[in-house]
């Protein structure tokens, strides 16, 4: 083995245990090793945007970022159809750290519709780059814009979706900047989420 490959190694694997993590403070125990698979798998797919990327890291948590709220998505979304075969409305999370968990895929299931709310360019621009994983880079390429272009786009969109998110509700953030409650705003000002 060459010193590089060692170091590579050694580097892999340091990372593998920083997104193990990084994973495990994020979902439940059982979720962990699938969603590690899937994120290194993402990443592998997407090997060309992780050489191209500024911050390689950086966009790796981005990646798994997007997989851990993917998997709060579907785990919401089996708990409603569930729920709806069961003929009850909602079913009730079985304990705090559900609830917790619970909060950012209520959050982000409104999301979407305030995203599509907003005007088209920005909308199109957080729909490519914060729902569906692109890369700025990705994204300009798409729409035929610039990467500063498309830059500009995304910080405005995302200072325009806080403004709707914060007209429509109420959020409480923990330290590290992760949303762990949110309440909808009883005035008829808010738009629907």
């Known amino acids: 083995m060459t010193a590089s490959l060692s170091l590579t190694t050694e580097a892999w694997i340091d990372f593998e245990g920083r997104l193990r993590g990084y994973v495990r403070r994020r979902v439940d125990p059982a979720s962990v090793d699938d969603l ?22 950086a966009w790796a948590l981005k990646v798994a970022a997007n997989a851990v709220a993917d998997h709060h998505r579907r785990r919401a979304s089996e708990r409603r159809a569930l729920a709806e075969a069961e003929g009850e409305e909602a079913m009730q999370p079985a304990s705090e750290d559900d609830d917790e968990a619970a909060a950012p895929d209520q959050l982000a299931r409104c999301l979407v519709p305030l995203i599509r709310s907003l005007p088209e360019r920005y909308g199109e621009a957080l729909m490519l780059t914060e729902i569906e994983g692109m890369t700025q880079a990705a994204a300009a390429r798409r729409l035929g814009l610039s990467v500063s272009g498309m830059k500009s786009r995304v910080q405005r ?7 709707a998110l914060l007209r429509c509700c109420t959020i409480q953030i923990d330290g590290r900047g992760g949303v762990i409650d949110y309440r909808r705003r009883a005035d008829g000002q808010r738009p629907r989420c």
């Open 157 to 163: 969109g995302r200072q325009k979706l806080k403004d």
């Open 36 to 57: 590690v698979a899937a994120i290194l798998l993402r990443l592998v797919q997407h090997q060309e945007d992780l050489r191209q990327a500024r911050n390689p890291i």
